[in-house]
């Protein structure tokens, strides 16, 4: 039988941090689904199709194309996993940070659907304080973000913050 897994977030954009996860689940699991879904507490600095065209280069860069497909879903997610036969569901988490607001998601989607399991993978300690605004505020004021987003990104990072490449 062939494990498929919903890995979802707002992937704004994707980093090193993300990638990390993927490789790790891919190691337990055959096949994921990235899904890009609507955080309401959040807007996003990239569009939905620059997001997803990031993540599609990035999976390329890292070879990972043939096990990994990308969706996106605007509703909730545990509607996503019951249509598409899918009762797991992989979220990263930093140490300190991430534990409450993900608790709650794990709760409500449990609530919202029994079936579904999050599983979390702990967050390598190289990526753990790694968060999307931060990434943006260095490449915004010219530091060095290039060990933490896959090469990908950092060009579309500078195009939009910076217009060049
Ligand atoms: O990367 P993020 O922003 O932390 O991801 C959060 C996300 C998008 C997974 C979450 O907001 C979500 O599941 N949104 C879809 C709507 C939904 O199902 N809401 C109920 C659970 S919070």
Redesign the pocket.
């Known amino acids: 039988m062939i494990r498929n897994v919903v890995y ?4 704004d954009p994707m980093t090193n941090g993300h990638l990390d996860i993927i490789k790790r689940s891919l190691n337990i699991f055959d096949r994921m689904t990235i899904v890009l ?6 807007t996003t600095f990239f569009s939905l199709s620059e997001r997803i065209d990031m993540i599609k280069e990035t999976l390329d860069y890292a070879g990972l194309s043939d096990r990994v497909t990308i969706d996106n ?1 605007d ?4 509607d996503y996993c019951r249509n598409n036969n899918i009762n797991i569901l992989i979220r990263g988490i930093r140490p300190l940070v991430d534990f409450e607001y993900e608790f709650e ?1 794990a709760m ?2 449990r609530e919202l659907n029994h079936n579904i399991e999050t599983l979390f993978i702990l967050t390598d300690q190289e990526y753990f304080y790694l968060r999307s605004t931060l990434i943006k505020d260095v490449v915004r004021l010219g530091g060095d973000i290039s060990s933490k987003v896959p090469p990908p990104v950092l060009e579309a990072l500078k195009r939009k913050l910076l217009d060049k490449v």
């Open positions: 979802p977030g707002s992937f879904a609507k955080n309401s507490l959040k879903h509703g909730l997610l545990v998601m409500i989607n």
